[in-house]
């Protein structure tokens, strides 16, 4: 079901006291109605901030996980850990995860996967580079990025899927996409949906835009009638700001 939904992508920031500071100064805001939370502490803080949000409206989710179920794998976490101390929800297929840890379409179908076999909400993100922005190949490259990941999968594999559209030229960078550059994209991202599935499930997906989301920009990104909420980076690392764009909506 299409949702509102405004989700912290915490990166690697806040440590133990900085997440409890952080977690309880949101704690104390008051949530709409009609809005999700979700924030995305880093693995190490997974179990402590599921304890501090007990009780409360706002979610927890995992930044990446690995998609083999457990083995010789150092260093990685597999969607049963995470499963294992109550984190349902995870982003797959982040830009940076891309780029710096190469993760290729194959490994993040693998992700999709064992996220969806352990019943995981999946948050899968993608977005064009500048250049195809500018040499005018981004809705072509959306339409790729999705056929050879997500489009694989069945319709009743996308019951738990969310979809994050971040144009990677505005991560990060404080430059982010026009309203209108947004609703166009995410128009057009149901009409592939539509294509490839039907109706129903492009209208019922919630989509999210991501890319240097601040409180003075959100409202007027909030107001496209495809974007149903944002992956908020920078700014969900400051309570004031991140509810500010909660409470854009
Ligand atoms: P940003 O990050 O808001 O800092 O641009 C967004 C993201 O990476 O999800």
């Known amino acids: 079901m299409k949702n509102k939904i405004v989700a912290g ?20 805001y008051k949530i709409p109605d009609d809005v999700r939370i979700i924030v995305a502490p880093s693995f190490t803080q997974l179990d402590q901030s599921l304890q501090i949000l007990k009780g409360t409206k706002i979610g927890v989710a995992a930044q990446n996980m690995n998609a083999a179920s457990s083995g010789a794998f150092t260093g990685e976490v597999s969607a049963e850990m995470l499963k294992g101390i109550g984190v349902n929800s995870v982003i797959i297929g982040h830009s940076e995860r891309r780029s710096l840890y190469h993760e290729s379409d194959e490994i993040l179908i693998n992700k999709v996967k064992s996220a969806i076999e352990s019943n995981m909400e999946i948050i899968f993100c993608f977005g064009e580079e500048l250049d195809d922005r500018k040499s005018g190949l981004h809705f072509e490259i959306i339409n790729k990025q999705l056929s050879s990941t997500l489009f694989n999968f069945s319709e009743s594999d996308w019951k738990k899927i969310i979809l994050a559209y971040e ?6 960078t404080g430059e982010t996409a026009s309203p209108s550059q947004a609703q166009e994209m995410h128009s057009y991202i149901r009409k592939i949906i539509s294509n490839r599935y ?18 003075n920009n959100v ?22 700001d991140f509810m500010a764009i909660v409470n854009a909506f």
């Open 219 to 240: 409202e007027e990104i909030f107001k496209g009638l495809d974007v149903d909420g944002g992956l908020i980076g920078g700014a969900s690392l400051n309570a004031e």
């Open 198 to 215: 039907n109706d129903n499930l492009a209208k019922n997906v919630s989509i999210l835009y991501g890319g240097s989301v601040k409180p």
């Open 167 to 172: 144009p990677v030229w505005a991560i990060g």
């Open 9 to 28: 992508n915490w990166k690697m920031n806040n440590n133990k006291e900085q997440t409890k500071s952080l977690l309880n100064k949101l704690k104390s």
